[in-house]
């Protein structure tokens, strides 16, 4: 899933002078995508969704070139010093399949729009399917099909990362905030939540926020009621029933 988004300018860095690159446009000015790549200009903007890393560059205006899968059937002579090619079971190379999801729209909308359809497309539901001999209905009435542990709808900009039972009446959850600092005029501002209202029959003793990897702790005393969550912030909590 994406995280920060960084803009690029073509033939340009601005942390090293891309000096006898510039001979060569692919490698001077193709960046991994992670998410998504897009195009604007004062008035709308053109992005490209992905499901899963790639290279992305735009080597001429108005267009975009993704680069699914790359492969070399012999060394280039700029400082590999070997090829890339990985000819596949059958000799004829890799075969990669992946998905696109092109997307058009106001450049003060898009960005707002491709966050949450981003988060949506990372966490794509997993179809499953068994044999029933009955009726939908009876199906229904007889088994829980549908629940969540949420009291409500959390806010667009923020994602419940991870929600783990640890064990002794421990609960390890990490919640972020999806939006960079002025990517939106409303979603990119902080935003307050009160952990003990959030999930269902759920009330904690204790609480204390730990470091991202969830080892070590922080802050021992949490404010559970007033937990405030900046643009691009990850935190980390320990919950005791």
Known sequence: MDVEISKRKRNFNKYFNLGENIKYPSSANYYPITSRIALSDNLNQMSILTDRSQGGTSLNDGQIEIMVHRRCVMDDGLGVEEVLNEPGEDGNGLIIRA???????????????????????????TLLFSKFSGEFNDYNNKYLTNFSALN??????????????????QILIRLEHIFQAGEDANLSNPIYLNLQTIFKNLRFQKIKELMLAGNIVFNEVVDAENVKLKPMEIRTFMLTT
């Open 99 to 125: 998905k696109h999801w092109l997307h058009f729209g106001p450049k003060t909308e898009e960005p707002s729009s491709n966050r949450i359809l981003g988060l949506q497309l990372f966490h794509e539901p």
């Open 152 to 169: 409500f709808d959390l806010p667009p900009n923020i994602n419940l990362l991870t929600f783990k039972h640890i064990g002794n009446k």
